[in-house]
């Protein structure tokens, strides 16, 4: 079923609606659909549908799936690749790591815009969602936004609940003020696309590690893999070329992956989105609540976006009241916010700290699977538990902090800086003190000081011939 938006006057629009959400990319649709399916008329509105054809997310992990399954979303999706896990090559010489989804779980990845074109027909299609496109919403207050075409009459609606989830840019909007804009430039995502069939272990997303930064690629249709290659801030100046790409990631990629990149980048233009880091806050007033990017961001290296987006939908509409949805989804996206950063400093980062966590990080999955296994579960947010990421990481540290003992105890005071991230998951203060409107609480402003400093190039950059 195509869409056919709904481009009449601003003027002819009802004014007798549940929900009004803004942003018709996956967190709104989702929004729009969970908040659909407990009975409220919804009015989805998107600005510029053509954005959807943007570098943005493409990996949807197992609970992902099943938010968008149960509404009958992914009902004639066509093309969507399953996916079972991830495999890590450390480049250390002990071979790639394995992790897959527990009890046999699935995801899938999907074009970015191919994905976001099949929500938007879907959505359209249920019988209490009226979809616009090439609308501008704005919020004006509590529980009322503005609607104006380009050139003609806008129009004042108001509702019981206003959904934000136009993206990292529509909070700016929703919530003005430093803590509508305070975030932390981590680094800069070079997007590929690759042309080949040649791709090892397929159904699973690759992450590369040796290189500047990590590449993380996955297959999105039978003839093409997405490439993302992260150039860290420290050394994004100069970073933009191809061949500056090629020189320094070369080296770290699978060879059945190698050559396809090669041909890809002398052939193809990369393109480019820019990584931060922004505390998640759930409400921006009485009666408007923030969705998905719009209310926070973190590192994409865990894949962890979309389904962040759909389960804060799915959160939205299952809760009473906005003090409910932003308490619950505070403390269901404290865990996945602490991992993914934890992740992305430990694989960047070449002090001696980062490299014995980097260490007990592979020997402890290489070891166990019941550790690769409550990875998964805290990757894929199927576990939000804090007890499960502080038993997680406690494990690490004491494996770096034993292992430096007997290497080169000089290590040791280093890795005392890395007992914060468990040390977060112990803070007594309660859920709503962290959604308060400056942000969130002690232990997310240290942990976001302290460990996401700029991290400069590593000591021994990787070349190819």
Same mark, same amino acid.
């Given at each position: 079923m195509k869409v056919t938006p709904k481009t009449v006057d601003v003027a002819d629009i009802g004014i007798d609606?549940?929900?009004?959400?803004?942003?018709?990319?996956?967190?709104?649709?989702?929004?729009?659909?969970?908040?659909?399916?407990?009975?409220?008329?919804?009015?989805?509105?998107?600005?510029? =549908?053509?954005?959807?054809? +943007?570098?943005?997310?493409?990996?949807?992990?197992?609970?992902?799936?099943?938010?968008?399954?149960?509404?009958?979303?992914?009902?004639?999706?066509?093309?969507?690749?399953?996916?079972?896990?991830?495999?890590?090559?450390?480049?250390?010489g002990f071979g790639e790591i394995h992790l897959d989804h527990p009890c046999e779980a699935r995801g899938f990845t999907i074009e970015h815009a191919a994905l976001v074109r099949h929500l938007r027909e879907r959505v359209a299609a249920l019988p209490n969602v009226d979809y616009l496109e090439g609308i501008r919403a704005e919020v004006l207050g509590a529980n009322t936004v503005g609607l104006a075409v380009r050139g003609g009459p806008g129009k004042r609606l108001s509702a019981e609940l206003v959904a934000v989830a136009g993206g990292r840019s529509a909070r700016r909007a929703a919530a =003005?003020?430093?803590?509508?804009?305070?975030?932390?430039?981590?680094?800069?995502?070079?997007?590929?696309?690759?042309?080949? +069939?040649?791709? =090892?272990?397929?159904?699973?997303?690759?992450?590369?590690l040796g290189g500047p930064g990590?590449?993380?690629?996955?297959?999105?249709?039978?003839?093409?893999?997405?490439?993302?290659?992260?150039?860290?801030?420290?050394?994004?100046?100069?970073?933009?070329?191809?061949e500056w790409i090629w020189k320094s990631f070369a080296e770290v990629l699978p060879r059945g992956l190698r050559h396809g990149v090669r041909d890809a980048l002398s052939s193809a233009s990369l393109s480019w989105a820019a990584n931060v880091f922004r505390p998640r806050r759930y409400r921006a007033g009485r009666g408007v609540a923030l969705v998905g990017d719009a209310a926070g961001v973190?590192?994409?290296?865990?894949?962890?976006?979309?389904?962040?987006?759909?389960?804060?939908?799915?959160?939205?509409?299952?809760?009473?009241?906005?003090?409910?949805?932003?308490?619950?989804?505070?403390?269901?996206s404290y865990v996945p916010e602490l991992l993914s950063n934890a992740i992305y400093q430990a694989f960047v980062r070449d002090d001696p700290g980062a490299q014995a966590i980097r260490g007990a990080i592979f020997e402890t999955w290489r070891g166990s699977r019941a550790q690769r296994d409550l990875t998964m579960r805290l990757l894929g947010?199927?576990?939000?538990? +804090?007890?499960?990421?502080?038993?997680?990481?406690?494990?690490?540290?004491? +494996?770096?902090?034993?292992?430096?003992?007997?290497?080169? =105890?000089?290590?040791l005071p280093e890795l005392a800086g890395w007992l914060r991230w468990p040390l977060a998951t112990l803070h007594p203060e309660p859920a709503a003190v962290r959604t308060r409107s400056l942000g969130w609480a002690a232990p997310q402003t240290w942990a976001r000081r302290a460990l996401f400093r700029p991290s400069g190039p590593r000591k021994e950059t990787l070349h190819a011939d």
């Open positions: 609606y549940d929900a009004i959400v803004i942003g018709a990319g996956p967190a709104g649709c989702g929004a729009a659909a969970c908040l659909a399916a407990r009975g409220s008329s919804v009015l989805l509105v998107e600005s510029a =549908p053509r954005a959807a054809r +943007r570098f943005a997310g493409e990996w949807i992990h197992p609970e992902g799936a099943r938010v968008l399954d149960s509404h009958g979303l992914l009902d004639g999706l066509p093309n969507r690749m399953e996916t079972r896990g991830f495999v890590v090559h450390p480049n250390d =003005p003020g430093p803590d509508g804009t305070e975030h932390v430039s981590i680094s800069l995502m070079a997007g590929l696309l690759v042309r080949t +069939r040649d791709f =090892p272990f397929d159904g699973f997303g690759h992450v590369m990590p590449v993380l690629a996955y297959r999105i249709d039978e003839e093409q893999i997405r490439v993302c290659i992260d150039v860290p801030h420290a050394i994004r100046r100069g970073a933009h070329t191809p973190f590192h994409p290296l865990t894949a962890m976006g979309i389904t962040m987006s759909l389960l804060d939908a799915e959160a939205l509409a299952a809760s009473k009241n906005l003090s409910a949805y932003a308490a619950a989804r505070a403390t269901a947010a199927s576990s939000t538990s +804090r007890a499960d990421f502080f038993r997680a990481f406690t494990r690490v540290a004491l +494996r770096a902090a034993g292992d430096a003992l007997v290497d080169d =105890p000089k290590t």
